[in-house]
Each structure stands twice: as structure tokens, then as C-alpha cells.
């Protein structure tokens, strides 16, 4: 290997490695597998390694990892729906139950995220499910979303608008369920104050 190239791998890792965490969450977001999410981590960074020359501006380094990014998870996606079995795990024998089981890592993931609003998430169709993930999980501001979807800034507002209202729309009978249990807890807090006084 060339000087140069080791010089270019070391620029590759300096400009990307700080990414890692961000494109695994959006990775896992919608996959909701560590392991899919691991190979798709790896597959864009092999793929961005690949194209590195091609990145013009060093500053929009996190713009161009997230558009290989969603394009790998699409790619993804596209290739296990065509190769979906369904199983009912009841019929496996044993030890092939016991790998079906989420692993250590998995469990942390999922711990990390309302149940509810994974669920939730995973009903919005994907049109302004990316937008909403490109929001909060990598922090993009409505101009990075615009140029890594290729779509127009006002585009992008209204799906984020749309994305969010859905969500609320879905997350409101457990949203007010805890509102009701927590103001039923604040009232007890109240009452047993106001008997010690």
C-alpha cells in the first residue's frame, strides 16, 4: 500500500469514525436488528471507504455517509423481502428457539426506546418516517435533510409536520394514560402532605 493511500485511510477514519453511533441508531431505528444494523454500518462504511475520493467538501462528510447510509438500508430491506420465510417459532426445534431470543446488545437498544413508540414509529410510512429519523436521531437541519432526500426545503417541512402529527396521533392513548396515572400519583403525594400538616 502507498503512503498516500495509508494517509487517505487515516483522513477516511478522522472524517467518519465520529459518525459511527449516530448512523448505527438511524441503521437500527429501521431495521430494529442489531446484527442488520451492524452489517449495514459496515456495508456503507465499506462502500463510503470505497467512493472516498468522490467526496468533494470534507465539511459535508456526515450529509454523504447519511445518504450511503439510507441507501444500503434500502438496499436491505429490498433484498429480505424477497427472501422472507415465515416460521412459527413454536415449530423450531430447541436450540434453534433459544438463537431467536434478542441478545444482550439488542436488549439495550430496545431498552433505550418506548416499546410504544418504536411501534409507533414503525406504522409511519417510510415517506416521512426518514425525514422524522434524519431529524432526531442525526440531528440534520431541514437544509440536510432537503439535500440528502433530494427534495425541497418546504417538502421537508411538511412531512416533518405530518410525521409528528401522525406520531402524536398514535402515542396519544399511552401518552394520556401516563398523564392520568402520574396526576393520580401527584394527587396521593398531595393528599398524604396535606394529612401530615
Known sequence: ??????ASQSDFEELTFCYLEQLFRLAYSRVGCVEDAQDIL???????????????????????LTQILINTINDHQRKSRRFELTVDISDL?????????????????????????????????????VP??????????????????GIPLGTVMSRLSRARGLLR???????????????????????????SQ
Not at 48 to 60: T, V
Not at 132 to 146: G, K, M, P, V, W
Request: glycine fraction near 4%.
Open 132 to 149: 422524522l429519523l434524519l431529524r432526531e436521531i442525526q440531528e440534520a437541519s431541514y437544509e440536510e435533510i432537503a439535500l440528502i432526500l
Open 1 to 6: 500500500m502507498a503512503p498516500n493511500e495509508y
Open 42 to 64: 459496515q456495508e456503507t462504511y465499506l462502500k463510503a471507504f470505497r467512493s472516498f475520493g468522490s467526496l468533494k467538501q470534507r465539511a459535508y462528510t456526515k450529509r454523504w
Open 169 to 195: 396521533k398514535k402515542l396519544a392513548p399511552s401518552l394520556g394514560q401516563t398523564a392520568s396515572i402520574a396526576g393520580h400519583k401527584n394527587n396521593e403525594n398531595l393528599d398524604r402532605r396535606g394529612s
Open 93 to 129: 426445534p430447541e436450540e434453534f428457539a433459544d438463537e431467536q431470543r434478542p441478545g444482550p446488545e439488542e436488549e439495550l437498544c430496545r431498552d433505550e426506546i418506548d416499546p410504544a413508540l418504536i411501534q409507533a414509529l414503525n406504522s409511519l410510512p417510510e415517506i416521512f418516517l
